[in-house]
Every structure is written in structure tokens, then in C-alpha cells.
């Protein structure tokens, strides 16, 4: 069973960067597409940023494009999101979360299709 483990949230003043890491198991973690999402006070979890499984294709929501990038590090079972220019409305929780094995690599964006989610990891950016 995959487990996600988060890190790297805190507290950064506006323009600032944070890189979020999510180290999972699993030694089919190759084949895993994996996603962040984030959820903020009084809002929905959103999409934020997804990668495939095995050849690594990304994609991410429009408020975050250009500022965020998610890779994977095969070898360490993690995957990163680094956050640059951060505003105050990316203050958030942050989740990984995994499509698993049987969901395969594919690109996903929606909660339905992901099988397991880490713990969250607070992200606030101070105005």
C-alpha cells in the first residue's frame, strides 16, 4: 500500500519560495501518477499541479502556471513542488496525493481519481 509522507510547509512573505516534498513507498512509485492540491479556509480542494507516471508529463492549474513546478525524483521515491512568487492566496494546505497501481500513470486532476493522500503540509504567505 503506498503511503505519502509531506514536507517542507511553512510561512513565507509574498514573493517568496517554498519547495514542498512528498516522499512516498512503494517500489512501483515509477509508475505512479502523482498530483498536489491544495485547500484553503473556506474553499474547496482544488487542483493544483499533476505528473504522470514513468515519463513524467506535468500539468498545472492556470493560477499556479509559470510559478510552480511539480517533478519527481525516482530514485528517492519523492515528488516536489517547488513554489516561486508566492501570493497570499496561495495560503493553503497542501496534499500529495497517488493514483496508485490500478489507476495507472495517466494525468489526473480531479479527487475521484486519486487513491491515496499524505497527511497535508500548511503553506501561508504573509501579505
Known amino acids: 500500500q503506498a503511503q505519502l509522507v509531506e514536507s517542507g510547509g511553512g510561512l513565507v512573505q509574498t514573493g517568496g519560495s517554498l519547495r514542498l516534498a512528498c516522499a512516498a513507498s512503494g517500489r512501483t512509485f515509477n509508475t505512479y501518477a502523482m498530483g498536489w492540491f491544495r485547500q484553503a479556509p473556506g474553499q474547496e480542494r482544488e487542483f493544483v499541479a499533476a505528473i504522470s507516471g514513468i515519463v513524467g508529463n506535468t500539468y498545472y492549474v492556470d493560477s499556479v502556471r509559470g510559478r510552480f513546478t511539480i517533478s519527481r525524483d525516482n530514485a528517492k521515491n519523492t515528488v516536489y513542488l517547488q513554489m516561486n512568487s508566492l501570493k497570499p492566496e496561495d495560503t493553503a494546505v497542501y496534499y500529495c496525493?497517488?493514483?496508485?497501481?490500478?489507476?495507472?500513470?495517466?494525468?489526473?486532476?480531479?479527487?475521484?481519481?486519486?487513491?491515496?493522500w499524505g497527511q497535508g503540509t500548511q503553506v501561508t504567505v504573509s501579505g
Open positions: 496525493a497517488a493514483r496508485g497501481a490500478t489507476r495507472g500513470w495517466r494525468l489526473a486532476t480531479t479527487e475521484s481519481e486519486y487513491d491515496y
